[in-house]
């Protein structure tokens, strides 16, 4: 059985900072590409940002470039999303994903493993 627990969300004020973790087990972490995705209230589950399994290559949507990071440790299995200079429109539950196959980064479909979500409000 896969895994994937995040952490670190929260309640933070506009231009605050928060670090997400995502915890996997279950499967071989150093062969899985990690992602972050987020969803509002009354929006689609959208693209973060991803991280191939070397941790070489990473990948951002435009919003957050600049603000944030993706970063993973093979050795701890577990991914992590730095986030600074956080905006009100950056309040989403935020969810881990995982998949072995180096396409297609930026669309959940690609997905296989799924966490929870943790929740991220930013006040103004």
């Known amino acids: 059985q896969v895994y994937l627990v995040e952490a670190g969300g929260g309640l933070v004020q506009a231009g605050g900072s928060l670090r997400l973790s995502c915890a996997a087990s279950?499967?071989?972490?150093?062969?899985?590409?990690m992602a972050w995705f987020r969803q509002a209230p009354g929006k689609d589950r959208e693209f973060v940002a991803a991280?191939?399994?070397?941790?070489?290559?990473?990948y951002y949507t435009d919003s957050v470039k600049g603000r944030f990071t993706i970063s993973r440790d093979n050795a701890k299995n577990t991914a992590y999303l730095q986030m600074n200079s956080l905006k009100a429109e950056d309040t989403a539950v935020y969810y881990c994903?995982?998949?072995?196959?180096?396409?297609?980064?930026?669309?959940?479909?690609?997905?296989?493993?799924w966490g929870q979500g943790t929740q991220v409000t930013v006040s103004s």
């Open positions: 279950g499967l071989t972490f150093s062969t899985h590409h």
């Open positions: 991280i191939r399994w070397s941790g070489l290559d990473t």
């Open positions: 994903a995982a998949k072995s196959l180096a396409y297609d980064f930026r669309h959940s479909s690609a997905y296989s493993y």
